[in-house]
């Protein structure tokens, strides 16, 4: 997963050492409420479009930017489906981190599906009936989108 610049200069100092992070899950529905997924490329898990929000960025903008940069679909941003403190995670590198996870419900505005940098090695939308597992915080999101 591509790391911004900023958390790699904090890594520098810090080393491994647990670090919180503001990161956004963007549950993107079109216009058949069919749900955007991606398989990625570091477990071939399917999940909801996330990213790491940068310094002083807005969570909507984050989720739309997070949105185009790996799928190509531009989105809009409907409403805040959750902030939620996730337990502590370990990346494959060691990194240590406490991510503040913020759900946001997009809708899609255009654009097309499609692989659109190296996160992932698919996308594709899902019906709400045939979206595979999904890590729990994520499936949270999802069905408070869908409810």
């Excluded at 990213?51 to 989105?75: F, H, K, N, S, W």
């Excluded at 809708?107 to 045939?130: I, K, L, M, Q, Y």
Aim: overall charge negative; hydrophobic content about 45%.
């Amino acid at each position: 997963m591509a790391i911004p610049e900023y958390v790699v200069a904090l890594r520098a100092k810090i080393g491994h050492d647990p670090l919180p992070l503001p990161g956004v899950i963007a549950v993107v529905l079109d216009d058949h409420d069919r749900v955007l997924l991606v398989r990625r490329s570091d477990t071939d898990d399917w999940a909801l479009t996330t990213g790491c929000l940068e310094p002083g960025e807005q969570p909507a903008a984050g989720a739309i930017r997070e949105v185009q940069e790996e799928t190509g679909v531009d989105v809009t941003v409907e409403r805040l489906l959750s902030a939620e403190a996730l337990d502590l995670s370990v990346a494959p590198n060691g990194d240590q981190i406490y991510w503040l996870a913020i759900g946001l419900l997009c809708r899609a505005t255009g654009g097309t599906a499609h692989v659109n940098d190296d996160e992932s090695t698919d996308v594709a939308w899902f019906t709400a009936d045939a979206v595979p597992p999904l890590p729990p915080h994520q499936q949270r999101c999802l069905t408070l989108a869908l409810t």
